[in-house]
């Protein structure tokens, strides 16, 4: 699709702040280069179901006047309004990582069924049905890292490696030789199974996550230590260990870490189960991929670790095998979706489990407030699980070291190497004491000009 360019004289350069701004999920902002429109990211917004009501109204925007969308990783926050875009309107070219686009299409497959789920319950249309997904990824185009793309004379783009997610990428784009950053999520690297955060050394611009803008992680040697004890504690007092994990990463994280003290000989005879039909796929897709796993891992690979796989291991793609978890005799680890416990399998697990002291739920990365994640982490005595009262006397423990996310100070790292060459950085994606918080560092440690958006704000670029 061609940009419309007799727009160009009216249509001043800017980033709008439709998503993203204020919150943590809902990624959506508006580009606007030389007369060309381009989304970075189309989010649903996320708290206690699925899909919260807002992702129901009509885009504050003409749909069929963007021009592309990059989408930065394949995480719902990011890329689960797509399939709306394109049934509102969209016509233009998507575009990401080969990965990116793979576990998209994945992630759109299982969205549909819950989205049509909700719908029944809430006698409305789905957000998005089977024939948007088939144009959606009909329009997809896919880009390798480092891979200059024109998309006029005045604008190109670059993918970096982000270090988030398989397949994630930081969007540089460059116009009239300014180059304007949209981050995306930032890795917390090093991690256990990808590449570092590339370096952004030349950024006029950026727009940045802020997820932990506000406080730092555990050092990775610790976090490995934490999940060890939470599985020889739960071995001990043979209980059931509840991990609720995000399909993409954490998942495949847990997977490895757990794969290693087994070869170890610290986990021995303690049943595994990966009780998520996606995550089962997404982990499928990571074996496709395993070039862009970190040197480390790779090694291993080659040398015949089949690194998603050890002994006691099960996945159950049926429901079936699900409900018979709950037969086998404890000690047992249970790995289930959706990582807030907004949704998924993980939620007959709690409701069954949560109960009892002996058990545990162990929390590995962040928890929206309005989630039912973030409801037991904040201490609640008694939730509602599908319309049941459960009360919580399992032992709740977090380790926020298993973050995806860079913490404050690796935020501040990673926009300080462009401290010669930036203008004003947006802070983003992100709770708005987090948010802030980040950009009072940014001020103070850097001098930079830093700056936290509302939704709907329209900010100029001086390039």
Known sequence: MKPNTEQKK???????????????????????????????????????????????????????????????HAHADHIGLIPKLVREGFRGTIISTPATRDLSGTMFSDAIRILAREAQYSGEDPLYESEDVRKTLSLWKEVEYHTALELTPDISIRLKDAGHILGSAMIEFTYNRKKIVFTGDLGNSPSPLLRDTEDITDAE??????????????GREQRIEMLQRAITDISARRGTLMIPSFSIQRTQVLLYLINNFVEDGV?????????????????????????????????????????????????????SESKAILKVPSPKIIIAGSGMSSGGRILHHEKQNLSDPKNMLLLVGYQAVGTLG????????????????????????????????????HLIEFVEKSHMSIKKVFVAMGEPKSSLFLVQRLRDYLGVNAVSPEKGEVIELDI
Do not use: W
Not at 205 to 218: K, L, P, Q, T, W
Not at 272 to 282: N, T, W
Not at 377 to 395: F, H, L, M, P, Y
């Open 10 to 72: 009216v249509l001043k350069n800017s980033i709008t702040f439709f998503g993203g701004a204020g919150t943590v999920t809902g990624a959506n902002f508006l580009l606007t280069l030389g007369g060309v429109r381009i989304l970075v990211d189309c989010g649903l917004t996320q708290g206690e179901k699925y899909c919260d009501r807002c992702n129901y109204e009509p885009f504050p925007y003409d749909a069929s006047q963007v021009d592309y969308l990059f989408a930065t």
């Open 205 to 218: 611009y950026m727009v940045i996550e802020s997820v932990y803008g506000d406080r730092n992680h555990e």
């Open 267 to 319: 986990l021995q005879k303690i049943p595994v189960f990966l009780d998520s039909p996606l995550a089962i796929k997404v982990t499928d897709i990571f074996k496709r991929y395993t070039h862009l796993l970190n040197k480390e891992v790779q090694d291993e690979i080659k040398g015949g670790d089949d690194i998603f796989d050890f002994p006691q291991f099960k996945d159950t793609k049926k429901v």
């Open 374 to 409: 973030r409801l037991i982490q904040d201490g609640a005595k008694e939730v509602t699980i599908n319309g049941e009262s459960v009360r919580v006397k399992a032992e709740i423990r977090t380790i926020n070291g298993f973050s995806a996310h860079k913490d404050s100070d």
